[in-house]
Structure formats: structure tokens, C-alpha cells
């Protein structure tokens, strides 16, 4: 997996399309393009 944000967005749809959900706390390690897609994709 690249380390992009399409390819983090792209990962997160997945998870959430395979019941990812109530998500409460997420921790990264400052990449600019990784909470932006999480935020996005998991909220």
C-alpha cells in the first residue's frame, strides 16, 4: 500500500464497508494525509 492519501481513504471505505463502525480514538503518527482520510472515511 502506498502511503497516500487516496490509498489511506481507499483502506478506511474498505474497513467501514466490512463493518467498521463506532470508531472513538485513532492515533497516528503525524502524517498530514492520514487523519485527514481517516476523519473523513470513519466519521
Known amino acids: 500500500m502506498k502511503e497516500d492519501k487516496a490509498s489511506w481513504v481507499?483502506?478506511?471505505?474498505?474497513l467501514k464497508s466490512r463493518g467498521l463502525d463506532g470508531v472513538k480514538l485513532v492515533v497516528d503518527?503525524?502524517?498530514p494525509w492520514y487523519a485527514g482520510s481517516c476523519g473523513?472515511?470513519?466519521s
Open 29 to 31: 503518527d503525524k502524517l
Open 40 to 42: 473523513r472515511s470513519v
Open 10 to 14: 481507499s483502506f478506511f471505505q474498505w
